[in-house]
């Protein structure tokens, strides 16, 4: 597969990316407070269930994105709403981040019953809380068709949450896919 353009990431979805940050740095943390963000803002969506890059791989979304510069995608996935999701293997010892969306297959029979529903985005996905995880060197990033990044996060490529589909196949595609994973969270946290 070819290098992909040039990606652009705007202020906006530079501050959506925070969500899968264990946390920035003080470059980062300036940026946004600059844009009117508060602290309780940046940390709030610091903390958001998801999938976190480790800080020794990126500091911040921006430096995250000159990154992915050095890198050739191995898999591109064509959605229908005409975003792309562009997956990446990178190279990085003790991996990029976390893998916090497994397969309900994968979970032990005695830790299934410790599942919740939680509301992400209209629908209900599940969540079970432990205290680690699977480090990832997969990367996804979304974009739109003009280059923007629209998310990045580490770990296996997972489809929008069906309230943000039209086509009824990709809805109902999605259903299943979301029925039959969970998060995981950090129960420390």
């Known amino acids: 597969m070819e290098k992909q353009k040039e990606l652009i990431l705007t202020d906006e979805r530079a501050f959506y990316l925070l969500k899968h940050f264990e946390e920035i740095d003080n470059t980062g943390l300036l ?3 600059n844009l009117g963000f508060s602290v309780e803002d940046i940390n709030q969506a610091i903390h958001t269930i998801g999938s976190k890059f480790y800080v020794n791989f ?20 064509n959605q229908t709403n ?26 032990q029979q005695s830790d299934k019953s410790k599942i919740k529903k939680v509301i992400r985005n209209g629908f209900h996905v599940n969540v079970l ?11 996804v990033v979304i974009c739109n068709p003009l280059h923007e990044v629209i998310t990045a996060f580490p770990g ?5 949450y069906p309230t943000q589909l039209l086509d009824e196949d ?3 595609a999605s259903v299943l896919f979301w029925e039959n994973h969970t ?4 129960s420390i946290l």
């Open 58 to 77: 990126c500091n911040n979304p921006f430096d995250l994105i000159q990154k992915i510069k050095h890198y050739i995608p191995f898999d591109l996935i």
């Open 156 to 160: 296996i490529y997972a489809p929008p």
């Open 82 to 107: 005409g975003n792309n999701a562009f997956i990446y293997k990178i190279p990085f010892t003790g991996g990029i981040g976390t893998n916090t969306i497994i397969p309900l297959k994968n979970i």
């Open 31 to 33: 940026h946004f407070q």
């Open 170 to 172: 990709e809805r109902k």
């Open 183 to 186: 998060f995981i969270s950090n």
């Open 129 to 139: 809380e432990q205290n680690f995880f699977d480090f990832t060197n997969q990367l």
